[in-house]
């Protein structure tokens, strides 16, 4: 399934859903209440039908997200400002290492633009300080890995630590169902952090139980630390970045303005180093 | 095979431009014309980028697609939005909790006033639902420990208005005349079209205050001007101080929401558990409050001309 197929999957259900605009203003408005209720699931379900959704019920697949997201400055008591936009990937590969229990690794790679003609930029202007800052792409590589399962997540940087549950609702909105998100940060991670997401599939496709693998609109956002480049100093405040973006099947659907650059300066983060799971995992709970 | 980003930031396609300036013009006939009326079709559609972030002629056309996502290109007209957000609280110092899940609409109704300058009224419902099972709820616990929180319905029916035109917003309580510019960009991305929208904070709100969404429409919309409202789905966030509700008292920090919804043909669309009980509590606010236009525009803030 190519990006636009995967779009026009997406689509349908919009368009399903609202009836064409232009239909809809010639024809008088129907009294149909849009479906809206939440989908309850017993852990095992829910966690395989969020599998699904986020990323694949495969015993082993690529998962490739890929987004624009916009980043905003939060300081103390002053108004939040606009900083950069970025377009980036996170791209991961699990294997099925039990019954509903899945190990995981992957990365994220992400270039700067330009607020607002999109250009691909290496410096930005910190509206906070008035200073110009070099803002270098984002590959983060350093994630040791996971372990998930109905239970929850487990970071193979302490793998003898409980699963932390893991927040997933879902809900039916006429012709698509969503899955709100919540992912807490670990012992250990900046306090000011979390990570927040809504994705969204088609009903029909959630309905058919024999897809492993659903097309999906993803939007979220996180709260993060000022990063370094933004040269903040002591300044308390924070970060905010809303990003929104699909999974994608596989590399040759991305962008090809951003695959080449991926391709040209990262070319080993258009795939996933099988490697990491040939690394043992000593004292893993057993959650 | 994909399209793909080489149109993007390549140079500009002038058969692009000429449309959105035929696109603008027929939007204005649309937006008087009856529903059906016949519309030309836009020039080639095809001739235009599968990806990219649409340059705009003026700030009359940046307008006109912005007030088409979020209103209607129509003389006078209504747009109705519902949404659900989840609120996170954010302490100084302390990990994001979230707190609760609204469920809610935005009901505006609107009357053009220039050429290119609209009036705006709106008012926004939300109910408090659980954050696990969606219920609706009166009391949430208090995620950073002591007595559990009273969490009451939002009614957002003190808005005093705004004029929305190519110089940005102007609200009807400004202390002066000071339009408010915003940060508006559309992208194409194949069959969707993205609009990316950060809202201005008017004079006297809280400082720390932002609100900021991503909207998208089926692209076949977009190209089509007959369509003078264009059905969004949309997801955004916005920044807010503690509401009272949440006893903070003066401990530094703020909220954040996040939302996913979309806009709907009208009242009769609302989600049925939704409607039911503004029905029954407030059945008002299912119809537009068009007695707000009654009152007057301060003089000096009536003499807007268009950009």
């Known amino acids: 399934m190519d990006r636009r197929v995967t779009l026009k999957t997406l689509l349908a259900g919009s368009i399903a859903a609202t009836s064409s605009t232009v239909d809809a203003l010639a024809a008088p408005h129907k009294t149909t209440h849009w479906t809206s209720n939440f989908l309850e699931f017993d852990p095992i379900t829910r966690f395989r039908q969020g599998l699904r959704v986020q990323r694949s019920l495969a015993d082993e697949a690529d998962v490739l997200h890929w987004y624009h997201f916009t980043m905003v400055a939060i300081p103390v008591g002053s108004a939040p400002v606009p900083v950069v936009r970025w377009e980036g990937i996170e791209l991961s590969h699990h294997r099925r290492i039990g019954t509903d229990r899945y190990r995981m690794h992957g990365h994220n790679l992400s270039f700067p633009r330009a607020l607002d003609s999109g250009a691909f930029v290496d410096d930005v202007l910190n509206p906070l300080t008035g200073e110009r800052v070099k803002v270098p792409p984002m590959a983060l590589t350093s994630d040791p890995g996971s372990v998930i399962s109905p239970s929850g997540i487990i970071r193979l940087d302490a793998p003898g630590v409980a699963p932390r549950p893991e927040y997933r609702v879902f809900r039916r909105e006429g012709d698509y169902v969503k899955l709100d998100a919540i992912r807490v940060a670990p012992a250990g991670w900046p306090v000011t952090f979390i990570e927040m997401g809504c994705e969204s599939t088609p009903a029909k496709s959630f309905d058919d139980s024999r897809l492993e693998w659903l097309p999906a609109e993803v939007s979220g956002g996180y709260v993060f630390p000022w990063p370094a480049w933004m040269n903040m100093g002591k300044t308390p405040g924070h970060m905010f970045a809303i990003w929104r973006g699909y999974k994608l099947r596989d590399i040759d659907e991305l962008p090809l303005e951003f695959r080449r650059r991926a391709a040209s300066e990262f070319p080993q983060l258009l795939q996933v180093d099988r490697k990491q799971f040939d690394t043992p995992i000593p004292g893993l709970h057993p959650g | ?307």
């Open chain 2, 1 to 307: 095979m994909i399209h793909t980003l080489h149109a993007l930031f390549g140079p500009e396609d002038p058969s692009r431009r000429q449309w959105l300036l035929g696109a603008a013009a027929l939007g204005a006939a649309a937006a008087t014309a009856a529903a059906g009326a016949s519309a030309t079709a836009p020039a080639d559609p095809t001739a235009r980028p599968a990806e990219g972030i649409l340059k705009f002629a003026n700030a009359r056309e940046r307008f006109r697609a912005l007030f088409r996502f979020e209103r209607d290109w129509r003389d006078e007209g209504t747009a109705l939005s519902c949404y659900q957000f989840l609120m996170y609280a954010l302490p100084d110092g302390e990990r994001p909790q979230p707190v609760v899940r609204f469920e809610g609409m935005e009901f505006s109704y609107f009357r053009r006033v220039g050429d290119d300058v609209w009036r705006i009224h709106a008012h926004n419902v939300s109910y408090p639902r659980d954050l696990g099972n969606g219920d609706f709820v009166t009391q949430v616990a208090n995620p950073f420990g002591g007595a559990a929180l009273d969490v009451v319905p939002m009614k957002l029916l003190g808005d005093p208005g705004v004029l929305h035109g190519p110089r940005g917003y102007l609200p009807l309580d400004a202390p002066a005349v000071r339009w408010l510019d915003t940060h508006f960009v559309v992208r194409y991305e194949d069959d969707l079209v993205k609009a990316e929208h950060i809202r201005p904070t008017p004079d006297g709100w809280p400082r720390q205050f932002i609100e900021s969404s991503v909207s998208s429409v089926a692209r076949k919309d977009f190209d089509d001007p007959r369509v003078t409202s264009l059905r969004y789905q949309t997801s955004g966030f916005y920044v807010f101080p503690f509401p009272k509700w949440m006893n903070m008292a003066d401990r530094a920090g703020h909220m954040l929401g996040a939302w996913s919804g979309r806009k709907l043909a009208g009242p009769e669309r609302l989600p049925r558990e939704f409607a039911a009980r503004l029905a029954r509590e407030n059945p008002e606010l299912l119809r537009p409050r068009w007695q707000e236009f009654d009152r007057p525009i301060r003089p000096e803030l009536a003499q807007w001309t268009d950009a």
